[in-house]
């Protein structure tokens, strides 16, 4: 009998390989997914054999990729490769969710203000201004946060009001399961901490959605209580890139703050969200060899912080366009080292209340836990 975990480690490739290359979209039907905007994008979602998985379509890598969207004839859809006949049958494509029809009093359409990511996440970012994005020298190089400000996609601010009113429809309409807060980061010393809290304790009087939040370690670590006691149910601090030259590199203001004062800042926060519920992005690809991120990750998973490894895919106008997206079979080393510390740790994607490591979406690491 086939092993299960055999099986789920394939998928795991196969997705992988689409991530990493990207699959030509000739305009699909559905959620057409995003452009822009902070952390992973110019993606949109596919579901497979019951996963879901952020694909890149609109990203420069994506328009050479191997691999394409078919449909097949009988309303469904494929994925065809390089080869005869489809890699991959009975591909669904998530529908446009139906909270996109409506808009505030104000007349604010709710996509504006938050939207739909994977099959069931509702996503926002609080502020989509960040201090260092102006100047490249600061910036972060793979960062696209103010491009959607730019075409009058979104609002440089939401409130907690406008997000707590479109996340009581998106759970109404759409069967939204959990909520993504993440920001630019502001210049307070709190980092965000205190609108996120803000707009969890709104999102909370209105619907009871399982939240993270996403921010820089803020100064004062009363604030991850703060955000606790709101209703932000885990916490998402980014990492990014572990060697202290790829940071610099790539993060040259983030950086600033080291690895060892994340690591304080992640035994704090663990301190107040339990094991398994503070996570990190680890985008892999960018010069970090595997080693050292797993090494990381051993160490994260020690201290109780999920690491959320995900490909690097270069984003259309940032300066790491023309970058490399990693190798598969980086990608599957790496994963397959880190899901077998997962899966003997006491921490794991589906034990998380909230968050990007529970819906996996722009990760196959879920799948090699
Ligand atoms: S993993 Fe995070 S960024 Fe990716 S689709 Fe899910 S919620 Fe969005």
Same mark, same amino acid.
């Given at each position: ?12 490739? !196969? ?43 609109? +990203? ?9 969207? #078919? ?17 991959? +049958? ?37 502020? !989509? ?84 939040? !996403? ?37 040259? /203001? ?30 892999? /690809? ?9 090494? #990381? ?64 979406? #722009? ?7």
């Amino acid at each position: 009998m086939a092993d299960p975990r055999t099986d789920r480690r394939e998928l795991g490739r !196969q997705l992988t390989e689409w991530q990493v290359h990207g699959v030509v979209d000739p305009a699909i039907p559905g959620n057409q997914g995003r452009r822009g905007g902070a952390g992973p994008s110019d993606h949109r979602a596919l579901t497979i054999e019951g996963t879901t998985v952020m694909v890149p379509v609109y +990203t420069a890598v994506a328009a050479t990729s191997p691999y394409q969207l #078919c449909r097949d004839g009988q309303g469904g859809v494929d994925v065809e490769g390089p080869g005869p006949g489809p890699v991959a +049958t009975a591909v669904s494509v998530p529908g446009e969710p139906r909270f996109y029809g409506l808009e505030t009093a104000e007349g604010i359409p709710y996509r504006s203000i938050a939207l739909l990511h994977g099959r069931d996440v509702l996503a926002t970012t609080l502020l !989509q201004t960040c201090i260092r994005f102006r100047d490249r020298s600061q910036a972060c190089q793979f960062c696209a946060i103010e491009q959607s400000l730019d075409d009058g996609r979104t609002l440089v601010r939401k409130t907690p009001e406008q997000v707590a009113e479109v996340a009581e429809a998106a759970v109404r309409l759409d069967g939204v399961k959990q909520l993504v807060l993440t920001t630019g980061t502001p210049a307070s010393d709190d980092r965000g901490a205190r609108m996120m809290a803000e707009t969890a304790a709104a999102v909370k009087q209105r619907v009871a959605l399982p939240i993270q939040a !996403q921010c820089e370690p803020p100064a004062d670590p009363a604030w991850y209580r703060r955000m606790r006691d709101a209703g932000v149910d885990s916490l998402g601090m980014h990492l990014e890139v572990v060697e202290p030259e790829v940071r610099r590199r790539h993060l040259p /203001g983030k950086s600033e703050l080291g690895l060892e004062q994340y690591f304080a800042a992640f035994s704090d926060a663990v301190a107040v969200f339990g094991r398994g519920q503070v996570s990190t992005y680890l985008l892999a /690809g960018l010069g970090d060899s595997a080693d050292s991120l797993i090494r #990381c990750s051993e160490r994260l998973i020690e201290v109780g912080v999920y690491p959320f490894v995900v490909p690097f895919v270069p984003i259309a106008g940032t300066p790491l366009e023309h970058h490399p997206a990693p190798a598969t079979d980086f990608m599957v080393e790496v994963y397959s080292a880190v899901g077998d510390l997962l899966r003997r740790s006491d921490i794991s994607s589906e034990a998380m209340a909230a968050g990007c490591a529970k819906c996996g979406a #722009c990760s196959a690491l879920p799948l090699f836990e």
